[in-house]
């Protein structure tokens, strides 16, 4: 038997996508799959690694709650269905298999990420070679540039959110965790859209409006990362890390930055800019000398390399330049709500 696909219009906030394609199925899933380890949670999901068993291949089944708060969050779980499936060429996200439905959750199996987080290569105390970091940061950008290009920004980029393939060879990336995402140019208000204290953009803190740049800003905080190996504005507390992100308070004089090229300074500096309007789009950031300076490594990227790249210019292909276009243009409040994250503590 197979549930409602379509959420009525009226129950699905602006800015979500009310229509998937999957079906949502209601037999019990342990007939079908092993369950095994748990692989992460969140506040309101649990990832569990799991085996399918007529084809011993292995998923990650996250288990989405349909009630939150009291509150039935179905629609919210088919947007982060929809946007998954309006993703599905792009193969730097993760690939939604089947979707299931018990008493309380809402399953989606996933493609399974086997290398675990980038956030265990930002806390190591071996960092990756910046070849590797440079690897990964393209095929972030590439991601991200595709997401851009079909309507949606994520809004969630973290460390966390960011999955490896392998570990052993380091793999490629995937991206995960679309209950945030937006699509682009949606008329209404978003109330929803909250985020990790040192990871969230300064203008979601300033209430202005969300555009692809946000993602950018979070490229900018994950590479930092992944040099540095801290996060760029982590304080003592939520209050500190909030004033550190609105004056942009960075240290780049950290000794991490003396083992990498400096135009690896020069690529995060471009990205943590307050302005979001100052910020490269992800398509002109694929063009940055940092990230061809060590050679095109192109077997590992999905997209052309850039037609023109020199070491003093930060060439920008023409095609892409409408990217900086792309922003959630609803006609009146569009801001976050940060009140209302903070009091329900989710920031
Ligand atoms: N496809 C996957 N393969 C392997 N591990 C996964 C996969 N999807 C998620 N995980 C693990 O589970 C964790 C939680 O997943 P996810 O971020 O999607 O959940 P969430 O509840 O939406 O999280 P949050 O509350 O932080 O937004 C991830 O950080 C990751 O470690």
Request: charged share 30%.
């Amino acid at each position: 038997m197979m549930s409602r696909r379509r959420i009525d219009s009226r129950s699905c906030p602006p800015g979500l996508f009310g229509e998937i394609q999957t079906p949502i199925r209601t037999e019990p899933l342990d007939s079908l799959y092993d369950m095994t380890s748990e692989l992460g949670r969140g506040k309101f999901a649990v990832v569990k690694k799991c085996v399918e068993k007529a084809t011993g291949k292995e998923f990650a089944a996250k288990f989405l709650r349909k009630r939150r708060r009291g509150r039935d969050c179905r629609a919210e779980i088919v947007h982060e269905m929809a946007v998954l499936e309006a993703a599905r060429n792009n193969s730097r996200v993760v690939n939604l298999h089947a979707a299931f439905e018990t008493d309380h959750d809402i399953v989606l199996l996933l493609e399974y990420a086997a290398g675990g987080e980038i956030f265990d290569h930002c806390v190591s105390d071996e960092p990756l070679p910046e070849r590797q970091i440079i690897r990964l940061i393209r095929q972030m950008l590439e991601g991200i540039h595709l997401l851009h290009q079909s309507g949606v920004v994520h809004l969630d980029l973290k460390p966390q959110n960011i999955l490896l393939t392998s570990l052993s060879p380091l793999g490629d990336i995937k991206l995960v965790d679309f209950g945030l995402a937006r699509k682009l140019g949606t008329a209404g208000e978003l109330r929803e859209i909250l985020g990790t204290p040192e990871y969230v953009a300064p203008e979601i803190l300033n209430y202005e409006p969300i555009t692809t740049a946000t993602d950018l800003w979070s490229v900018g905080v994950i590479a930092y990362m992944l040099v540095a190996g801290e996060s760029p504005f982590l304080g003592e507390d939520k209050q500190e890390t909030f004033l550190n992100v609105s004056q942009v308070n960075v240290d780049y004089c950290r000794d991490a930055f003396s083992q990498v090229s400096e135009l690896a300074v020069d690529f995060i500096q471009k990205l943590l800019v307050k302005a979001p309007e100052d910020r490269p789009s992800a398509a002109e950031c694929l063009s940055h000398p940092w990230l061809w300076h060590l050679g095109p490594e192109s077997e590992s990227s999905i997209l052309r390399p850039p037609r023109e790249r020199s070491m003093g210019k930060w060439a920008v292909p023409p095609e892409d330049c409408e990217d900086k276009e792309n922003f959630l243009d609803s006609p009146y409040a569009k801001r976050v709500r940060l009140e209302e994250a903070v009091g329900e503590g989710c920031l």
